[in-house]
């Protein structure tokens, strides 16, 4: 059931707007299939909304087993659809820093999961800092023709009516229009800890909970599903919310409280 919100006060969607915000993907192809199957289902079977958007947080790569094949559906999927808005993670942020070659960054990538994404595309790292510059050359090439430059033009926010998406969050005290590029990337700490609002509700990833985040100011969707085999969904229509996610029978689903 859909919990709805009736007070003129409650946070809202763009009028007509149904969205769906989904957290950290990090390789696994497997649950953003049936994720996105839960989701075309559940809107489906809702009320027609004027317009429906799928709004990906952001690390779409690294630590799970499938990162190349998560790239390339997802990059199809928005060539054939404008209702699917993908935003930059800090993982792809470095994986294309450290394909470029910029110096220091394959190895910070490799202790982040860039490993496991590297295992997708068909390559384990060399040993040696002196191979690195031959093989990121070989990897470049391997890879699906302007896969790398859709990644490095991936948006950074995305907003609907009071609500205003991006990867990690924002820094307090700080407009959102003028948020530093580092800081919705990478912020962590500042921001979960800060209560006081922001003028828009943020929807972000990148911080791993047992459980969907629920405050007044913010709303935490990585439920950390590389590790434990659950991706959630946050369907906002209006003033309503509703959690979705699946996990390894892709059942499981609950009001937004």
């Known amino acids: 059931m859909m919990q709805s919100v009736s007070s003129r ?94 110096p220091g960054l394959l190895q910070a990538w490799l202790r982040i999961g860039g490993r496991e994404t590297l295992r997708s595309f068909g390559f384990e790292a060399p040993e040696s800092p002196l191979d690195y510059p031959a093989f990121l050359e070989h990897v470049r090439q391997s890879l699906p023709p302007g896969l790398l430059d859709w990644v490095r033009g991936l948006p950074l926010t995305a907003e609907s009516g009071d609500y205003f998406f991006c990867h990690a969050g924002v820094r307090p005290g700080v407009s959102l229009r003028k948020q530093s590029r580092n800081d919705l990337l990478w912020i962590r700490e500042e921001f979960l800890a800060n209560e006081k609002p922001y003028g828009m509700v943020i929807v972000h990833g990148h911080s791993i909970a047992d459980d969907v985040e629920l405050r007044s100011n913010r709303i935490g969707l990585d439920t950390g599903a590389y590790r434990t ?12 919310r509703e959690i979705i996610s699946v996990s390894g029978d892709a059942r499981a689903e609950r009001p937004a409280n």
């Not at 299939?33 to 429906?52: F, N, V």
């Not at 199809?76 to 792809?92: C, D, F, I, K, P």
């Not at 085999?229 to 309503?240: E, H, M, P, W």
Request: hydrophobic share 40%; charged share 20%; glycine share 10%.
């Open 9 to 102: 006060s409650a946070p809202s969607t763009d009028k007509g707007d149904r969205v769906y915000a989904i957290g950290d993907v990090h390789g696994r192809y497997d649950l953003l299939r049936a994720l996105l199957d839960k989701i075309g289902a559940h809107s489906e079977s809702a009320p027609p909304a004027q317009s429906m958007h799928v709004i990906l947080l952001g690390d779409l790569v690294d630590r799970g087993p499938d990162s190349l094949k998560v790239l390339n559906f997802v990059r199809g999927v928005q060539q054939r659809t404008s209702n699917l808005v993908v935003l930059a993670g800090n993982h792809e942020e470095t994986m294309v820093r450290a394909l470029a070659g910029e």
């Open 229 to 240: 085999g659950v991706l959630t969904a946050l369907c906002l229509d209006g003033t309503s």
